[in-house]
């Protein structure tokens, strides 16, 4: 489908190009009545094709038909073709060798620049792959190291010492878990031809569980939840979008120092619903914010309180998730203090039964 | 006493999720029988008959759909489907199919061994569901023969469509229904707008019973999957 839409899109610069030189030429014979600059503009016209369209084959038909013009339309004798006088013959074979030196060149520079793109996107991901690795080591460091104490030395250690050692297991588990979320989630986005099966989802319910799964790792924050009486619901991956507000609200309990409260508001301006997670905290420093969803991980926002962050996977994995959605995400500072990250969805048509 | 432990049949192929799974179960006074594939957990299941069956998807001869097809064939033996895709149509494609419930991995002991229990009792008392005509749930109370619902003895006034879905969701309590399996009950057909019908009638019950987001519900909302009501206690 794209190849033949390729395929039409240079034959149609070819021979406009083409044209354009024939009109030209007839001009300037017909008003200067110079024959000196004809081949020279065709030779213009052969360049031009050659560089603007992919591959040999549009330059070399274009030089082919601009000679036989040439010779045809503008030189002795008229309106007869005759290959045999040397100059013509000559000034062919220039022509040829133009447009095919000209398709080489620019085959051989777009060749190139692909060349380059790729290899910056596999920077990225190798970039990326070494980050996630090295974060990944850190958990597993911890399961390793405390089972294999456990199984080697049961007697060594005290039940206290024990349930604590396991309690980390239990933890970094559970991390990695939701690493791995996150990766998925990547994985799904990160191609071309980014596919998101949306369902619609009634609001009140995804609210219902997002909160259940928050509630499940963070048992003692309150989140106060204010949601519009209407009935909605909004065409989405709810597991995606589930993901990127338990993202927010984690972010808000791991970096928003000083934070008692922890507002979760969605409310409806005429056919978008706005989520907004809003805390009472420390902000985000001005410079964070500029690129905060920006790039795939950032090394230094391992903040103190939370010895590893996913903030920095979690807040552009967010950000790539909604803009996939065709809504919007953005994240500001409150002037009482505070940040607030808010981003919108299309709701369903209202449909009156 | 040996004889009266509930026989599981696990069937999964890796074996430190195998293992696991099998202690748990042990620990939980269950007898169990384990396959590492289909072929053998095919096997297992008919010379065995046990009494649930935790069926891993991806097996490394055949897909687990396969003998969960084989065993609703014949029987209703609870089957509990662990799962490593978190896509919702596998959910729903196996619930579907005849699964009871689902398990992601992964997943915790406790989560496990709450469906297990909720999956034995619900088949130990699906035939005699009615016959006491009540059923209850931590000041949920439902009155079959009256067809009345009451929440810590105060009366919910329900239509009758809403009725019909909190009995549903009832009679089947622990389990998830999927969407379509509650349409065609209630309505017993299936079109386009039903799904919205059905949310629109949850919505309902939801306000009328009071419900608040994230705390502590009668009806749990499996998202993309379907609904499933709180066991009886």
Known sequence: MKN??????????????????????????????????????????????SLITAGYIYGIISAVV???????????????????????LVSAIIMIIIAFVTCTLTTKLKKQEAFKAAGEKEKMRADLLRAISHDLRTPLTTIYGASSAILENKDDFSEEQ??????????DAAWLTRMVENLLSITKLDGDNVKILKASTVLDEFIDSVLIKFNKRYPNQEVIVDLPDEFITIPMDAMLIEQVVVNMLENAVCHAE??????????????????????????????RLKNIFKGYYNSDNVSSD???????IGLSVCSAIIKAHGGDIKAENQKDGGAVFRFTLDMEEQVNE | MNNNKYKILVVEDEDNISNLVCTLLE????????????????????????????????????????????????????????????????????????????????FGSAELMARVRSALRTSRHSSGNFSNGIFEADGLMIDYDARRVFIDNSEIKLTQTEYNIIAFLSVHSGKVLTYSAIIKEIWGYNDLGSIKKLQVNMANIRKKFGAKPGKKNYIVNELGVGYRMCERS
């Open chain 1, 66 to 88: 601009s000679v036989l013009a040439v010779d045809f339309a503008f030189e002795f004798p008229y309106f007869k073709l005759n290959l045999t006088i040397t100059e013509n």
């Open chain 2, 27 to 106: 620990a939980g006074g269950y007898q169990v029988i384990s396959a590492k594939n289909c072929s053998s957990g095919q096997m297992l299941y008919f010379s065995h008959r046990p009494d649930l069956i935790i069926l891993d998807l991806g097996l490394p001869d055949i897909d687990g759909t396969e003998l969960l097809k084989e065993v609703r064939k014949d029987s209703l033996t609870p089957v509990i489907v662990l799962s490593a895709r978190t896509d919702e149509t596998d959910k729903v494609a196996a619930l579907d199919i005849g699964a009871n419930d689902y398990v992601t991995k992964p």
């Open chain 1, 306 to 312: 939370c010895k590893r962050s996913n903030a920095g």
């Open chain 1, 162 to 171: 024990k349930t604590k050692m396991l309690q980390s297991i239990k933890e």
């Open chain 1, 258 to 287: 000083g934070m008692t409260r922890l507002c979760l508001n969605v409310f409806t301006l005429s056919n978008k619903v706005i989520f907004e997670i809003k805390d009472n905290g420390c902000g985000i420093d001005n410079e």
């Open chain 1, 4 to 49: 033949i839409s390729n395929v039409i899109i240079n034959i149609i610069v070819t021979a406009f190009i083409l044209t354009a030189c024939f009109v030209i030429c007839l001009i300037i014979q017909n008003t200067i009545g110079t024959y000196s600059l004809i081949p020279a503009i065709f030779v213009l016209g052969a360049f031009l094709t």
